[in-house]
């Protein structure tokens, strides 16, 4: 697994941008709207690497704000999915699973650091390059 990416769950994405440029200089891509399952999302990503990835989503959502943002997950490209998850299930649990409505990623919970591991399939860096210009 490689890290590419820390995510934060915000309710306000232009504030979080605004702030993260304030505070750390980041940088970023223009935000894009998406859709998985049922839900609709606002989505950004900073230009330098590790990216910081921002994600405004509705409620019961993945990325629900209602009870404040917050620390999301970190990313990391997966060679092996299969491998990756059973690994992340002995130390926690599989939380949200996109592969079934067609995206290559997941969220596995690790309590003790209070937050989600997100594994993306290797296969869709090279979109992943694409869409944001990186």
Known sequence: ????????????????????????????????TGTLGEWTYRIVFSIAAPHFELIEGPSGSPWDCTKGPRFHHLGFWSDDMDLDRTALDGVGKTVFDACPLGRPF??????????????????????????WEL
């Open 1 to 32: 697994m490689q890290l590419y990416h820390v995510c934060f769950a915000v309710r306000d994405l232009s504030a979080a941008m605004s702030d993260l440029s304030a505070t750390t200089g980041a940088r970023w891509r223009a935000p894009r």
């Open 106 to 131: 997941s969220y596995h919970r690790i309590d003790t650091i209070g937050a989600d591991i997100e594994l993306v399939d290797r296969l869709a860096e090279p979109g992943f390059r694409t869409t």
